[in-house]
C-alpha cells in the first residue's frame, strides 16, 4: 500500500514528519534519483534516499519500539551534531543506534545545564516541543544579588520582551549565601534563553542554570553530568500520554 513519502520515512525513525517535509522541501531527498516533492506516495519498493544515503525498505516496514534517553547535559556542550568551532556537542556523548537516529527535544545554551531528552520517535518530538501543549519545565536558577519581592511578582505577571511577552508560572525561593540567591522557576515555553531574558529583563544576572524537570519527568539526582540513561517503559508512556500522542503498541 503507498503512503506520503514523509510518514514512510518517519516510520523507520528518521525524523519527525514536518522535519521530513523540510527536508523533502530543500531537495535533501531522492526518489529513483529523482527530487522527491510534498505529498509524494512510495509503496516502499522505490530507491529512497536522504543527502545521497539510501533508506532501507525493510527499516520502514518493521515497527521500531520507540526509545527515549534523558542525558545529564554539562555546561560547555552544544546542542548541535557538529560545531564548527569544535566545542564538543552533546550527540557526541550519546548510545550509537543500529536503526534510525537520536531526536533532540528542545535544546540547552551551551552554558545550561541539566536535563535533556533525545528519543527515536520525531512525532513525539514533535509533540513534546509544541508550544499548544505548554509543556512545564523547571529550572534552578542562582542569581546575583537578592531580588525585591517586587521583582519576583512581575517575572510571575509578565514581562514585555522583543519577542512577546513571558512569564514564570511559578518562582520558589531556594535560599544561598553570599551574593548568590538560588530559585526554582517554571514555564511552559522553550524559547530561546528565556528563562535568563526574563530574569536579565528585571536586571538581574543569572550566575548559573540548570534544567531539572521537563513535563513529567525529572532530572535523576544520581546521573552524573555527561551521561544518559534509557527511560523505563512506564516513564515513555507518561511522555507520550503528555504530549497527547497514543501510546504505541509495543510500550502499552
Known amino acids: 500500500m503507498a503512503e506520503r513519502l514523509q510518514k ?27 527530487p522527491a516533492t510534498l505529498g509524494q506516495k512510495v509503496s516502499g519498493s522505490e530507491r529512497i534516499s536522504i543527502d545521497g544515503r539510501i533508506v532501507r525498505a525493510h527499516s520502514a516496514r ?39 537516529r537520536w531526536v533532540m527535544v528542545g535544546r540547552l545554551d551551551v552554558d545550561t545545564s541539566g536535563l535533556l ?6 512525532d513525539l518530538a514533535h509533540a513534546l516541543m509544541h508550544p499548544s501543549h ?15 519581592a517586587e521583582t519576583l511578582l512581575r517575572l510571575r505577571a509578565g514581562i ?8 514564570f508560572e511559578d518562582i ?32 538581574c544576572q543569572v550566575s548559573r542554570l540548570m534544567r531539572v524537570r521537563y513535563g513529567p519527568l525529572s532530572l535523576p539526582r544520581h546521573l552524573p553530568r555527561g551521561r544518559s540513561r534509557d527511560l523505563r517503559p512506564h516513564e515513555v508512556r507518561a511522555l507520550y500520554l503528555a504530549s497527547g500522542l497514543p501510546v504505541p503498541a509495543a510500550l502499552a
Open 134 to 148: 505548554e509543556m512545564e519545565r523547571e529550572y534552578a536558577v542562582r542569581v546575583r544579588g537578592n531580588p525585591a
Open 172 to 203: 520558589q525561593a531556594e535560599g544561598g549565601d553570599g551574593a548568590n540567591r538560588w530559585f526554582r522557576v517554571v514555564l511552559k515555553e522553550g524559547r530561546n534563553r528565556i528563562v535568563r531574558r526574563l530574569w536579565e529583563a528585571e536586571g
Open 117 to 122: 531528552l533525545f528519543t527515536t520517535d520525531g
Open 8 to 34: 514512510w520515512l518517519a516510520s523507520a525513525g528518521l525524523g519527525s514528519r514536518r522535519e521530513i517535509e523540510r527536508w523533502i522541501a530543500a531537495g535533501r531527498v531522492r526518489v529513483n534519483g529523482q
Open 62 to 100: 518493521r515497527p521500531m519500539r520507540p526509545r527515549v534517553l534523558l542525558y545529564h547535559k554539562p555546561v560547555g556542550e552544544v546542542c548541535t551534531r557538529s560545531d564548527p568551532q569544535g566545542r564538543p556537542t552533546v550527540f557526541a556523548a550519546l548510545p550509537e543506534l543500529t536503526r534510525g
Open 160 to 167: 514585555q520582551l522583543e519577542d512577546g511577552r513571558g512569564r
